[in-house]
């Protein structure tokens, strides 16, 4: 039957129904309610799921020991010293979140114009990926490539006459990529947005013997107002000088996001990433329509702030609004979800199980 405005054609003028009620109900033979009615009947045709093995929580670390600071524009959020890193590596793994993503708070004394604390082999990163991969093999750990914690800049690249260089930066990020994989990382994710990053740290790992470390790559990520509370955490907001417009991508752009992930697929991106999520929603769902990768989607920072800090003023229901923005993401086509909502949503999640 053909169907138009959500009504068979071949019954727009078929006779009423005649029925015995005394105001008589409207005519339609497609009541889209009657999935609704009740719960089970909600559960039976609901077309998408989140779970755990949906997320992955990022953490950040910070030097000095047995301590937990929390940062103030992410209600929520703590920076961890290392052996509390552990802790919630412990907490993850028991609520079978599968991965956790690493970001380090660097003193200030240790940044400096080239990020060199990044290519440290025994910097914070570095210390936490061994500490958390002693403990717990199995948990999968992710390693953010980029400057930007270690510069005194801000900047994820080197700079030259307020330029950030290309392919100089590139060159420092496989060095940082390959400090991380000797540490033990498992997936090295570039968040940088230089161009043919994903290709050269391909090849370095594999030269290096490293064939089995994944790269998630943030392949289109844009410029984006969203990433502020991040800056806070890892102390990079009062220094980072201009913006990041000349390397993020421009938040006006679509079809720029499919030739980025294309060129990072061919460089051998093992799953691709998009951020932030919500307010690019659509780029995840071409993106995974475009490529079927595994494409995953950053809730970042500010799109957590939002959320937490509305709920903290009683304007929204916290929890629903956090489960309904996750399950947003996998309607949207994502694989998984980056998110500061990762401890929280797997309690509610088995809670309900
Ligand atoms: N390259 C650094 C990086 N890696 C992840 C985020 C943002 C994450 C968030 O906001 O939660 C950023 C910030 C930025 O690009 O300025
Ligand atoms: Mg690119």
Known sequence: MAIKFGRPIEMRDAPRRQTGLASSPLDLTIR???NRKAEWARRLVR??????DDL?????????????????????VDRLTVDQAVRDAERAMKLNIPCIALFPYTEPSLRDEHG?????????????VRAIKKEFPDIGVLCDVALDPFTSHGHDGLIEDGKILNDETVAVLVKQALVQAEAGCDVIAPSDMMDGRVGAIREALDDAGFLDVQIMSYAAKYASAFYGPFR???GSAKTLTGDKRTYQMDGANSDEALREVELDIAEGADMVMVKPGMPYLDIVRRVKDAFAMPTFVYQVSGEYAMVAAAAGNGWIDGDRAMMESL???KRAGADGILTYFAPKAAEKLKASS
């Open 232 to 234: 806070d955490a890892i």
């Open 47 to 52: 077309e998408n799921v989140l779970t755990s």
């Open 116 to 128: 060199s604390e990044a290519l440290n082999p025994n910097n914070l990163v570095c210390q936490s």
């Open 327 to 329: 399950l947003g993401f």
């Open 32 to 34: 889209p309610r009657r």
């Open 56 to 76: 992955i929580w990022p953490l950040f670390v910070v030097d000095g020991h047995n301590t937990r600071t929390p940062v103030a524009s992410m209600p929520g």
